[in-house]
């Protein structure tokens, strides 16, 4: 699947059905919750330095649920301190908000709350002091340039580089045969030229990115890039890459029961990577734009119990997981799978953790446009 | 039904089924095309004068269909004709281009077509001398502030301005009932009370698109809207006003069948006005931002036979009603009468068309934005 394929055709589940991304991105929001202090930071320290009258700020791969507002309600607030701290007499910035991800994103979802999105912004500031704050959608890959030149201060991107913008091509043999049989993604199966493919095209697509960006955005503009990564150079551990190891292996359970043919599983592959700090640190410095300002690894830590509020952390994982693979996996293997697949799977990550720990790591990394 | 809700509930009929806008909207285009040569002239003397490095274009109503992203490679093949004609040594301009339509428009089904659009885009400059076009949403009223300041050169206001931002509230009595039983919008039944209702509302909600855009716009900048008008000072015509008027009649007969109460249609009050010249012209000079370049008055010619493609002409116009009123009409009397509603429609245009010509109009009119 190309670049141009994939945009078409991955999208978070839309809406706000019982599998929608809008429902089921919780271990998201904890992470970015979690690294909201240095967002937040970030963003006020980039206002005190540019004082901007119109302030551009990009949610990349802004997806479809209630954390697309509330970060943008943050935000927002967070500017206004910053404001009333530093230049109160002088009237408070305009905001352009720049919401993207891939075309097939249900933006129709979030456009229908503006409304009560501008109700809330009114009464939060008692209706006195209101900012002007102008929503746009800007669909399309951030591997790719997506704004006018010089026109965004602060850039956010949570969960989204990880998704590679395609599986990488060395992926495939000369007949076009996956090469990573009975693995969606870099396992304990892979070879080295499979991990090698992946890591090759984390770091041409991060590459283009920053270089993308760093047209976009102005001088000592900020991004801040929340990403799953890995903590050392191995790219098989039991973080990240293990809950792919256990979809894998949940495949491969109903292959065995003759639910779907080896052949889908072998021809399966996911267009996802987790970095590791050396590789993200390496990509910043190459491209030159961006200074390196915070690279931090966060553990977003599991409810006592391993529980997430009701449900499992098995469960927790599985609805996720679905809601960010359910376009691929449908077009793939067919609609008809999905439920018996994620029930083996929940069952298989509480299995795995009740054995060991499971540790899923996270970057929060803070690049400064140079000047 | 207050600006907000109508902001939530008034939409063109979404997606590409049989009743969808995109489907259902040639009336508009052919309207649109007659006024094509004014619309892409303004557009070329704009950047004759401007000559801007990034070109901000906004589509004010681009609701969702063909239409919407055609409009947009029309005004790019113009500048780019228009900058090699002017500055061929230059590069060209990047070209912001801003979609707007209330919350409820089918952004989704733009966006879908985006890879495609950028593909042709690609393919239309050989691959060669391609701009640079970013396309994004505006959702929201354009009885409002939709972008920030000093960003937008070209308004391109399609069937748009004809829509008020509200029912006027002087068309409800003390009880709330309203003052215009039997019809839909103003018709032959309607006091002089209903026509300055409407008459008010349409010039309030004008001034105010008229001071947002010219804080939105760039001096020098030009705006071309083109709207349902009426030819004189008489509210009640054979023209656009007809439309409606047998609209009403429609409803009266699914009354008088027992398909819906009498107490539905009296209740039910479209947010549409038909302006004169003189009333545009007026709140123009009023408001006094911009000023009045051109004003024509265009007449759609129909058909040969009074048919539009392979339908009668009665059959095109309730295809189009259909799409704009569908969401309105649905939520006041129920998805069922519908079917049944458009077919006595149809029949009705069809045969007063007979008996004697309906002669909807149609403005263009080309403001400028004062230095």
Known sequence: MDKKDMEREFYMTGGDGKTSYARNSSLQKKASDTAKHITLETLQQLYKETRPKSLGIADLGCSSGPNTLSTITD???TVQVAHHREIPIQPLPEFSIFLNDLPGNDFNFIFKSLPDFHIELKRDNNNGDCPSVFIAAYPGSFYGRLFPENTIHFVYASHSLHWLS???????DEQGKSINKGCVSICSLSSEAVSKAYCSQFKEDFSIFLRCRSKEMVSAGRMVLIILGREGPDHVDRGNSFFW?????????LVAQGETEEEKLDSYDMHFYAPSADEIEGEVDKEGSFELE???M???KKDKGNTE?????GKAV??????????MLVQHFGEKILDKLF???CRMVDDELAKEDIRPITFVVVLRKKL
């Not at 190891?245 to 359970?253: H, N, Q, T, Y």
């Not at 509020?309 to 952390?313: A, F, L, R, T, V």
């Not at 609805?319 to 359910?326: H, I, Y």
């Open 318 to 327: 599985a609805k996720t997981v679905r809601a960010v693979q359910e376009s």
């Open 75 to 77: 935000f927002i607030k």
């Open 294 to 296: 915070r690279l931090e």
């Open 245 to 253: 190891e256990l979809l894998s292996r949940s495949i491969a359970d």
């Open 343 to 345: 029930d083996t799977y």
């Open 166 to 172: 395609k599986v990488p091509t060395a992926l495939y």
């Open 298 to 300: 966060l553990e977003v």
């Open 309 to 313: 509020g009701d449900i499992s952390y």
